[in-house]
């Protein structure tokens, strides 16, 4: 929350840190553009091109 990401976004990200997740896709602009340092933000496609899915 303190980087003014929506409470629900906040905690979809927080699982996914605690989760040791390596990626957090979404298609969320604005989450997309906050620097989250403990995982990597990528929208779908931007997943498929990194990862070869």
Known sequence: ???????????HLSCAIEAECKYFITTDRKVLNKSIEDVIVVDPVDFIKITGA
């Open 1 to 11: 929350m303190e980087k003014h990401i929506k409470s629900k976004d906040a905690l």
